[in-house]
């Protein structure tokens, strides 16, 4: 498909929503600050039930087919306006909860009384990420408004647990397979570069944490009296640990590697174009060095390699001077952040056997695992949606193969094998997860011009494409 | 020379001590009560003056020439009798200072208020080690009562700063060597073996003590963020640590063991006999296995052997469940107990050389240190000790070839070139630096007649036997 074709026509349809978003700022700005006043706290249950109650009302006021779907925790918001028989169907996953706002009295305005000063609106969740998803309702509010339809096919998924780790959306997704058939999955979430240059990301690394308990002795003992006799926790602790990662920086666990995938030709020349300054990230952390190994990019290190990392190691005497004992317990805590199509459920299965090998008398706990996501460079829908957000924005976006945090995006990668990709909306100094959380209006109006921009991307993307994909 | 010449006469006039021992008993116990009524508390700079004023009082009234002598820190009491001149001189080392009595509200009966309950005095000080000096003073004041002389020289050394590490014994010893002169040095501090049979040991370990500081990054980052990217202050010390000491138990550091001098026959057949029982052990303290290496006797572990020994090693977090970042920074906290010749400075200049080359990142801290001592176990004086202590207690001792732990008696060995013996009165069960401290009456009274019984076998120690030593 030559993706030029029908761009006249799109350009001029995708225009007259533009110029009905512009007349429509006061009062887009003004719904947005009226959702905010609503919390939605779901660690500490607040608001939950009200908020996802608006969200059906507000879709179904605008034609969507709106309902909430139970989970074992918290609701998931669904809606979907499937018209367009030609066109492919975008999933746009958002979530409606919020993080606690506490500490208050660090908020120079009350977290649910949304202030405007100096171009931002002050609130929590104006970033992360009610502001982000409000923006995508607006997009198709905005389309329905000048043109009584979608170019494409739209489901909407909301859900109300992702600042508590999403414990119901795999499970949600595995007994809902049947309402999730989608073309690809696009979730405005997260922010932009700090240059203020938009993203489109393709993944994300996965994650697994465990922990490492030693208990060797029923109580502490005297190192002169006991020491060369009685075992160190510690000790076995550093042996084990230093079994597993060597000092070169590689990480030593028999098949721990298994589904890493050396980055393609493609994910490679995005990688370069990305700017990542090991030189300023230096000077700001205050470290002389990068990590182990010495030769490896910016890049590479972020986005390509799995990562083994200490968290925590506690044990024995901590306090001032000398103590000289043996303790008899300590505790690691680790995670590993996996890549490529590493399964975080078989990595620690392989760290639990390098353990039991190695150090049998250690005892191995699991804690949370997250799969990596992964979205080819080269899938078709990429440079629709990176082509939506620069006509949208203006600007040319990053192109990131893969963040280096987690995400539950494997959900729909992993689980449904669609495409999935992260067009962040918010400022990147939008405080999330802290007080005076906020969205700059321009990056609000720019997040409604953006969704707008992909539904009618999408809507210009023929059935060739589509099929492209789904043999790719 | 015969051992035995002599001995009847000798037993004859030690018997008469004995006896006045036996008919003072009462009396001894109470002025071991009065004497523990005085607080003298180092570490708090508690009744210090008044209880050396007190022993120099006392000692005076024997006929010693006794006397306070200035210190950068606490005072050290200093007697002497010296009216034997073909006799030798021992040195009589001990301490006058007790630990804290805190926490006050464990003990039964309050610290400083000696109470005498089913056989035992309970008092802080009581075992640790008031109640020891002062036996050996009323050895000395027993046989001065009988038989108006000393059978041999004494000086009598109470150091005031035993329990918060002897911060000015060596300067002491450096500076007064004319005061210091004499041929062996006994010390009745510690406790018996929980069988409760006497030891005479013949030295000690010495200690190194050091921190290892990992400062790498100005604050904490998220693992998966900077996972990669930003070193990790646990990891660098594990690679460290594990490049000290391997997985086999061997310590790995170069010049290490300089000075560690491998045990004598005398030496190891002194310790087979020792009752070091593993399999106790291992079931008291829950461990199912010794330190590696795992081919090692227990005498060779406590007493021939170095050891590394990871105190404290405190990095990142440490709470509940999985907390995704990478510490910024990272503390170990070691010491390395010392054997034979091993010098204890130059064991620090090594781990420090050792760091600065495999980790210059990471810092490193000197802290307290202590060289070994060690008494060849076939020094002459070596026997008399050990029939003193048979004659005194009916019970053969223990022959110990070295503690485990560390005393300050390299001063004696080290500095003043003296072989020098422990002879500890206390009950295994003193409770010594806890709530209520004792020590067993018949233990006290054992240790008055110990004390009259070396004096008595020096005494019959000629000038060849003297001359053995100086020679050996």
């Given at each position: 498909?030559?993706?030029?074709?029908?761009?006249t026509?799109?350009g001029?349809?995708?225009?007259?929503?533009?110029?009905y978003?512009?007349?429509?700022?006061?009062?887009?700005?003004?719904?947005?600050?009226?959702?905010l006043?609503h919390?939605s706290?779901?660690?500490?249950?607040?608001?939950?039930?009200?908020?996802?109650?608006?969200?059906?009302?507000?879709?179904?006021r605008?034609?969507?087919?709106?309902?909430t779907i139970?989970?074992?925790?918290?609701?998931?918001?669904?809606?979907?306006?499937?018209?367009?028989?030609?066109a492919?169907?975008?999933?746009?996953?958002?979530?409606y909860d919020?993080?606690?706002?506490?500490?208050l009295e660090e908020?120079?305005?009350?977290p649910?009384e949304p202030?405007?000063?100096e171009?931002?609106?002050y609130?929590?969740?104006a970033?992360?990420?009610?502001?982000?998803h409000?923006?995508?309702?607006?997009?198709?509010?905005?389309y329905?408004?000048v043109?009584?339809?979608?170019?494409?096919?739209?489901l909407?998924?909301l859900?109300g647990?992702?600042e508590i780790?999403s414990?119901?959306?795999?499970?949600?997704v595995?007994?809902?397979?049947?309402l999730?058939?989608a073309?690809l999955v696009?979730?405005?979430?997260g922010s932009?570069?700090p240059?203020?240059?938009?993203?489109?990301?393709h993944?994300?690394?996965?994650?697994?944490t465990?922990?490492?308990r030693?208990?060797?002795?029923n109580?502490?003992?005297?190192?002169g009296n006991f020491?060369?006799?009685?075992?160190?926790?510690?000790?076995?602790?550093?042996?084990?640990?230093?079994?597993m990662?060597?000092?070169?920086?590689e990480?030593?666990i028999?098949g721990?590697?298994?589904?890493?995938?050396?980055?393609?030709?493609v994910?490679?020349?995005?990688?370069?174009?990305?700017?990542l300054d090991?030189?300023?990230?230096?000077?700001?952390?205050?470290?002389v060095?990068?990590?182990?190994?010495?030769e490896?990019s910016?890049?590479?290190?972020?986005m390509?390699n799995?990562?083994?990392?200490?968290?925590g190691?506690?044990?024995g005497y901590g306090?001032?001077?000398?103590?000289?004992?043996?303790?008899?317990?300590?505790?690691?805590?680790?995670?590993?952040?996996?890549v490529?199509r590493?399964?975080?459920?078989?990595?620690?299965s392989?760290i639990?056997?390098?353990?039991?090998?190695?150090?049998?008398?250690?005892?191995?706990v699991r804690?949370?695992?997250?799969?990596?996501?992964?979205?080819?460079l080269d899938?078709?829908?990429?440079?629709?949606?990176?082509?939506?957000?620069?006509?949208?924005q203006?600007?040319?976006?990053?192109?990131?193969?893969a963040g280096g945090?987690?995400?539950p995006?494997?959900?729909?990668t992993r689980v449904?094998?669609?495409p999935?990709?992260g067009t962040?909306?918010?400022n990147?100094?939008?405080?999330?997860?802290?007080?005076?959380?906020?969205?700059?209006?321009?990056?609000?109006?720019?997040?409604?011009?953006?969704?707008?921009?992909?539904?009618?991307?999408?809507?210009?993307?023929?059935?060739?494409?589509?099929?492209?994909?789904?043999?790719?």
């Open positions: 498909m030559n993706p030029n074709i029908g761009e026509a799109a001029s349809e995708l225009h007259k929503v533009f110029a978003i512009a007349a429509n700022k006061d009062h887009f700005i003004n719904r947005l600050v009226d959702y006043r919390p706290i779901s660690a500490q249950n607040i608001g939950i039930r009200e908020v996802s109650d608006i969200l059906v009302s507000m879709l179904s605008l034609g969507l087919e709106a309902r139970l989970t074992s925790g918290h609701p998931i918001v669904m809606a979907r306006w499937e018209h367009a028989p030609e492919p169907t975008v999933l746009l996953y958002g979530h919020v993080q606690p706002a506490e500490p908020w120079i305005s009350p649910f202030t405007i000063r171009g931002r609106i609130a929590r969740g970033g992360d990420s009610k502001g982000q409000f923006a995508q309702i607006l997009a198709m509010e905005s329905l408004a043109h009584g339809r979608l170019p494409c096919n739209v909407l998924v859900e647990e992702e780790g414990p119901s959306l795999e499970a949600f595995r007994a809902h397979r049947g999730l058939k073309d696009v979730t405005a979430d932009m570069h240059s203020g240059r938009p993203t489109v990301s993944g994300c690394r996965g994650i697994a465990f922990e490492l030693a208990r060797i002795a109580r502490d003992v005297h190192s020491g060369g006799v009685v075992p160190n926790p510690i000790w076995i602790l550093v042996h084990l640990l230093a079994s990662k060597n000092a070169a920086g990480i030593t028999e721990f590697h298994d589904g890493v995938v050396p980055a393609s030709d994910e490679r020349a995005a990688a370069v174009r990305l700017p090991a030189d300023q990230l230096k000077r700001e952390l205050g470290i060095s990068l990590d182990a190994p010495a490896r910016m890049a590479d290190r972020l390509f799995p990562t083994l990392t200490i968290n190691l506690h044990g306090g001032p001077g000398a103590k000289t004992v043996i303790p008899h317990e300590a505790l690691a805590k680790c995670d590993a952040r996996l490529g590493q399964s975080s459920e078989d990595v620690l392989r639990e056997a390098h353990v039991k090998k190695h150090a049998p008398e250690v005892e191995f804690l949370e695992s997250t799969p990596p996501s992964k979205t080819p899938s078709p829908f990429s440079d629709i949606v990176r082509r939506a957000v620069k006509t949208a203006g600007v040319e976006p990053l192109i990131c193969p945090g987690t995400l995006d494997y959900v729909f449904l094998g669609l999935s990709f962040p909306y918010a990147a100094d939008e405080r999330n997860h802290a007080p005076n959380e906020n969205i700059r209006i321009d990056c609000f109006l720019n997040g409604i011009r953006t969704g707008a921009a992909l539904l009618n991307g999408l809507g210009r993307c023929t059935g060739v494409e589509r099929s492209l994909h789904s043999t790719a």
